[in-house]
């Protein structure tokens, strides 16, 4: 059985780098719990709150891939800590925002630095062995939602105690810690010259499995976004306390971060394909269920969005690992795979085009009928992943006796 790769200082480096991985998720999940019912405060609708959430994912949808190239050419350290400080910038100015279009901008700047967060996805795989990047993927799934869950469930009690804004100070102050911890936590990359050129964009995207993920996570996503983003802004209508509002997004990432490690260990021994197509299933099955659900007489509306919630994060995560594999088991070269990685996340983020739209649906039809066009829309994720992936995992010989 093959060793983990031999890195000095192996242990404390990869603690830095899960430490700010954990961080910035979880300034993130401040942020995701809180923006919803900030934007009311201001004055916005479920379309402005569409813009605020969407516009995040708008500009790492454009800024992923070129983050990735900057990375390769000034090297990893450099650049992934520069997007750290962005990161905390942005989140930071977000305590002083009046307006929602201030707080549309502020998003911008944070968007710009959250670019490193998504790509330390490349980063945390180098850390292990080929034969499980599934449970590599997983781990860094888990401090993902670890983070969302313990900050966004604190940061709704906290905002109740001191306000939205000191709430977001205190987020921004956070996001020092990956400020330091990077320069520490990643492994250098060797100089240019010395680096094995990978295919590129094109050859990447024709890949079968790697495009079909990626329409398949883009339609998923679409689900997922609508989920965290409005139904916030939907059950505050409907009698749900503000001082639990992070739970919402809190329980979700529990959810999420709970089932990483095992789906990790499933897909590493069993295959990827249908743990992802269970995936792609999930998520719009939660979504249509809280179309309605909600609204019928005595629900109590606390438990069931949080359950909810709960069961769209267990079914997001259960295939995320498989995914992470499928993707780079199907990358043309070795190299091609944090390119490959940068693409997937930047389908991940191209739902939030959509969020305003979805919102003014809602402000114009209502939840209801929103939610059920958009779970309509993402079970067509489901169909193509379970016509059109490829398993990629290869079994094992027995040796001969």
């Not at 603690?15 to 919803?36: D, E, N, T």
């Not at 401090?143 to 969302?148: D, F, H, K, V």
């Not at 069993?270 to 995936?279: N, P």
């Amino acid at each position: 059985m093959a060793e983990e790769p031999k890195i000095e200082g192996r242990s404390v480096k990869l603690a830095c780098v899960l430490a700010a991985v954990f961080v910035s998720a979880g300034v993130l999940g401040i942020h995701s719990a809180l923006l919803p019912p900030f934007v009311t405060k201001l004055g916005g609708t479920a379309a402005t709150t569409g813009l605020v959430i969407g516009v995040y994912s708008i500009v790492l949808l454009f800024w992923l891939t070129p983050f990735t190239k900057l990375s390769e050419k000034f090297g990893n350290k450099v650049v992934f800590t520069a997007g750290a400080v962005l990161f905390a910038a942005g989140s930071l100015l977000c305590a002083f925002a009046k307006t929602p279009n201030q707080l549309v901008i502020y998003r911008i700047v944070q968007a710009v630095g959250a670019a490193f967060s998504l790509n330390l996805g490349s980063e945390v795989p180098k850390f292990f062995k080929p034969e499980r990047r599934a449970t590599a993927m997983a781990v860094f799934s888990v401090l993902l939602g670890l983070g969302g869950f313990i900050f966004a469930i604190a940061s709704g009690y906290i905002a109740a105690a001191v306000g939205y804004e000191t709430t977001f100070a205190i987020s921004g102050a956070l996001g020092v810690i990956p400020i330091v911890a990077l320069p520490v936590g990643l492994l250098p990359m060797p100089p240019p010259a010395e680096r094995p050129k990978g295919q590129g964009f094109l050859a990447i995207i024709k890949q079968k499995n790697i495009l079909i993920i990626c329409l398949s996570v883009f339609v998923l996503l679409l689900c997922y976004m609508s989920i965290l983003s409005l139904s916030p802004v939907q059950v505050l209508g409907l009698g749900f306390p503000v001082a639990q509002i992070g739970l919402i997004y809190g329980i979700n990432q529990v959810g999420y971060a709970l089932i990483q490690i095992p789906g990790g260990a499933l897909s590493d021994k069993y295959g990827r394909k249908w743990w992802w197509v269970l995936e792609c299933f999930l998520p719009p099955f939660a979504l249509l269920l809280l179309a309605y659900v909600p609204y019928m007489p005595g629900v109590p509306i606390v438990l069931v969005t949080v359950g909810l919630a709960l069961f769209a994060g267990l079914g997001l995560g259960i295939g995320t690992p498989s995914s992470y594999a499928l993707l780079m088991e199907s990358a043309p070269t070795p190299a091609d795979i944090p390119m490959a990685i940068s693409i997937l996340f930047t389908f991940c983020m191209a739902p939030g085009i959509a969020m305003p739209y979805i919102g003014r649906l809602a402000d114009v039809r209502g939840f209801p009928f929103a939610f059920t066009v958009v779970a309509v829309i993402g079970f067509a994720g489901t169909v193509l992943s379970a016509l059109f992936i490829t398993e990629t995992l290869k079994k094992k010989e027995q040796p001969s006796a």
